[in-house]
Each structure stands twice: as structure tokens, then as C-alpha cells.
DNA sequence: CCATATTTGTCCGTATGTATT
DNA sequence: GAATACATACGGACAAATATG
């Protein structure tokens, strides 16, 4: 008997081969951002198939922002420099999606935000600083100005954050997990009792993660950024939840954040 | 004068709205999966459209890997569970092409398995742990068999202990940017001197590792596996990219790696 | 098992609005 | 402004594949 092994044989659907033969050209460099698919027409001719199948390609390829294609564009489509865009999609699904826990969105913001500030602070450029220090101008001013300009100056702050920590992957991870963690309890926020009282102490808390980043203290900054968004969203997890997440943040900081002075001025439980 | 402020408007195409309608009634739960869409004729019915941009839609939908449309199927389309193979191939797009460096790779590497290693440390379960034996002991076994079975027998080792973490989004990233960070190298690495000397070190490392989580030691594991990393990767990192990364290593951990015996075996640079 | 109806995959032709020259 | 080439969207057609009786 021979030792070749036979596999199941799908069917590979024209646009499909159409498809890859962009994304190869894409990936050999061969096409560059900024550069010019033919047209459909010309396509049809090159690929020898028929213009729907061209068309469903190039739908294909600019559903997943490799391409843009106008109406009476003489030049043909134009090749776009990827972006985040569909990574931010499929992330968003697949987090939203399927039966993703609070808890395990949590753990993969902790482990993306708390590296995400102890970079930040080993990089930030005075750029970055202002940035940071901007967003937080604009959570002070906005406390009476109601819960959602709040919530926009906040995100404001992570994004800024995790621009200065200088890793886009991370940067466009924690902007869909938090915009995902943020979604699944924003509904039950509105319902708090007291919110100026809370937003004041998170204004303080945003202070002393940026007051170490300005420091350049990595070490402080992954600790405060990791406790404070789990104190955020201890309210709305279970017990046991808390208490897996605690351990997660406990064993990922060091023991810094026990000698630490007790920059959040708030009482420790 | 009008306070309101009108924006440009861009042309929202046929097909977009049809992929919002499939979209929106899966978001709202309407649509779930196993069940299935009606046939091109009779959404192109629905939703007053030709059948060719219904299709268009269909396929995006198809490459979003949504649904996915058989031929000669009277049942019509059948709306898939959402996996993570999207995200694999938005991020696999996003990490190689734009002009991501190997350290930047490492970076978002570091910061995924270092947590993962501790997170399967408090969480796995016996299968989990027979798993990851099982790939050691392929890795220990392929040490003679070549290069190319070693790193499958690593990959896997990697895979379950991110399956035992229990977070699907890291497991996939990790995957994705391990493979990634592998192809960037893996042609420089063939031409290495002793290549049994260092596979036969990688097995003792990973014992470490696989020893502190059946030990339940998640620091320890973290430790162990960010600093194992960063080693195998350090010959191809300049002089300054080694030092960043290093002190990220080191701000990221804990002290414990200081007191901890030499597990594996090998001089302390 | 076979025959039939339905559906998808692919192709072609056409009308309309648009952007460039 | 006119001419040309283009993309968008529509409708019709045939072959291959599938499910059902």
C-alpha cells in the first residue's frame, strides 16, 4: 500500500482563484498601496472569466479593505494600504459573538492594557503626553457634562495610551475588547446611583496612571492601569469571577504596587 | 444661521445593505447558527435586488465566513458558527504586510503567552495537562527526525498550553503571531551549527515551563515562558531591540524569576 | 436506483450614472 | 461642453450539482 494520503476535494469556486491571485501579487510585492488594479474589463480578459466573477472578487477584496472601487474611475481600483479595519471587524465578532464571557473579555484587557502602559512609559514621546493629558482635561471638564461625553474622554485616554505604547496590534485589540467589555454593561451603567462621585474618582485614578507614564515608571503605571479596570468592572462580575481575575492581576504585577504609596486615595479593601 | 452640520455623503452600495440586513439579524439574534438563509431568488425577491448583487453579498458574507452557499442546495445558504479564522487571516494581514518589525511581533507575543502561561497554570485540567505532555514528548522524540517536525511538535506544545489558558482570543492571536514571528526567521534558522544542542535545550526549557503550571505555578510559568521566548528570538534582534524587550521582560515580571533555582540547567548570561 | 425540479455557479447583454480627458 | 471609458445594477441564459419523490 502506498503512504499517500488522499484528502476530501472542495470545490474552488472562480472568484475565489481570482482572489488569491490579487492577495499573492499583494503579498510579493508585486502590488503596492496606492497602486492601480486594472480594469474590470481588462480583468475579465487577463483572468479569462466573466465580469460577475471579476465583481464578486472585488467585492470580496474590499469588504476586507484591500481595495476601493468608484464608479467611472478610468484608473481602475486602487489598492489601499491595509489598515485595522478588518481586524477591529473579525475581532468584534468573534468577541461579541459566540458565548464570551465578561469575564474572559476582562482578562484579555487586562493582559492588552497593562503592558500596553508599562510601554507606554518606557516610550511616550511629549506628543503622546499631551494627548494623554488632553483626554484627561476633557474627563475633568466633562464630569457634569453627563456620562457619555465621560465615557467618550476616557476611551480617548486608553487610545492614547495605547498609541504611545508604540505596538498596533495592541492598540487596535484593547479599542475592540474595551469597546466590546464597554457595550455588555453600559446598559446597567446609567442606573448608578451617585456618577459624579464615581467619575471624580476616576479622574483621579486616570491622573495616577498618567502621572507614572510621565515618570516613566512602567512598573506602577501596568499596576494602577490593571487595578483600576478591574475595580471598573468588579460591579458586574460574579464572585468567583472577581476572584480569578484578582489572581490573574495579583500574579501578572509585582509586588511593587504593595509598597507603593497609596496614590488613589481611596480606602483599600 | 442653522446649528445643523451636514457631512459629505458617500454612495452606499446595493450589496452593502444586504450584507447590513444578514448582518443586523444575526447581531440581534434573529439569525443563529445551523439555520439557513433563504435562496438567491427568493432574497433577491425580498429584498428587491437582481440576483448578482445578492450574490455579491453572498460572497462577502461567504469570505467573512458567515454563511456558506453549496451548490444545488434547495435550503439555501447556511449560517456558519462564528470561528476565529477570520481573525486569523485580518491579523495575519495586519502583522505581515505594513511594516511591522520582529520585535513589534515579539512584543505582542510576549505579552499574550506570558499570561497564558499563567492563566493555563490556575485553570488546566487533566486533559489540558496530558495534552501539553504529549506534544513535550513529540518534541523530545522529533529531536532526531529534523527541524521541520520539531517546530510542528513546539507549535503544539505552545497550542495547548493556549488552549489550557481558556481565553479562545488569546489563543488565536498567539497562534497567528507565532506563526507569523516563525516565518520571519525560519529560513535563517535552517543554517544554524548545532541544531540537536538547541532543540534538545528547548525540550528542558519547555519541561520547566510544563512543570510550573502542573505545579500550578503561574508566576513561575510566566516567567519561565516570556524569558524562553525572547532567548530563542534574541539572535535575530539587534542590539537595541534585545535590550527594550529585555527590560520589558524583566519590568513584566515579577522578582521571583531572581530566586527562582536555575530550572533550566544552562549558564545565566 | 432513477427521474425531475430546484438551486447554485458562471457567463453574456444592456441600460444608467459617473469621472476623466 | 462633448466624447470616451468606467462602474453599478439589472435581467436572461445554460450547465453542473443537489435534494426529493
Redesign the pocket.
Given at each position: 500500500m502506498s503512504g499517500i494520503s488522499f484528502e476530501p476535494v472542495q470545490?474552488v469556486?472562480?472568484?475565489e482563484r481570482v482572489v488569491e491571485q490579487v492577495e499573492l501579487a499583494l503579498l510579493r510585492g508585486d502590488l503596492k498601496a496606492g497602486e492601480r488594479l486594472p480594469?474590470?474589463?481588462?480583468l475579465?480578459k487577463q483572468l479569462?472569466?466573466?465580469?460577475?466573477?471579476v465583481?464578486?472578487a472585488?467585492r470580496v477584496l474590499e469588504s476586507h479593505g484591500v481595495v476601493r472601487?468608484?464608479?467611472?474611475?478610468?484608473?481602475?481600483?486602487v489598492v489601499l494600504a491595509l489598515g485595522p479595519a478588518p481586524l477591529r471587524k473579525s475581532l468584534q465578532r468573534l468577541a461579541t459573538g459566540d458565548g464570551v464571557s465578561l469575564s474572559e473579555l476582562l482578562q484579555f484587557r487586562l493582559l492588552l492594557e497593562g503592558p500596553a502602559a508599562f510601554l507606554a512609559a518606557e516610550l511616550r514621546s511629549d506628543r503622546d503626553l499631551a494627548a494623554m493629558q488632553a483626554a484627561i482635561s476633557a474627563m475633568r471638564q466633562s464630569v457634569d457634562k453627563g456620562l457619555d461625553e465621560f465615557a467618550g474622554a476616557d476611551v480617548d485616554f486608553h487610545d492614547a495610551m495605547a498609541t504611545a505604547s508604540g505596538n498596533r496590534m495592541v492598540r487596535v485589540c484593547a479599542e475592540v475588547v474595551r469597546g466590546v467589555a464597554l457595550n455588555l454593561i453600559t446598559d446597567k451603567m446609567k442606573e448608578h446611583q451617585e456618577p459624579k462621585e464615581l467619575m471624580d474618582r476616576w479622574v483621579a485614578r486616570h491622573e495616577a496612571v498618567f502621572e507614572a507614564i510621565r515618570r516613566q515608571d512602567g512598573r506602577l503605571a501596568s499596576n494602577l492601569m490593571q487595578s483600576d479596570i478591574l475595580e471598573f468592572y468588579a460591579p458586574w462580575l460574579s464572585n468567583e469571577d472577581q476572584a480569578v481575575l484578582g489572581r490573574f492581576v495579583e500574579g501578572m504585577s509585582t509586588t511593587l504596587i504593595d509598597s507603593a504609596p497609596d496614590v488613589h486615595g481611596n480606602e483599600v479593601i
Open positions: 470545490p469556486r472562480a472568484y480594469s474590470e474589463r481588462d475579465m479569462a472569466v466573466s465580469r460577475s466573477t465583481r464578486e472585488l472601487s468608484r464608479p467611472g474611475d478610468p484608473n481602475g481600483p
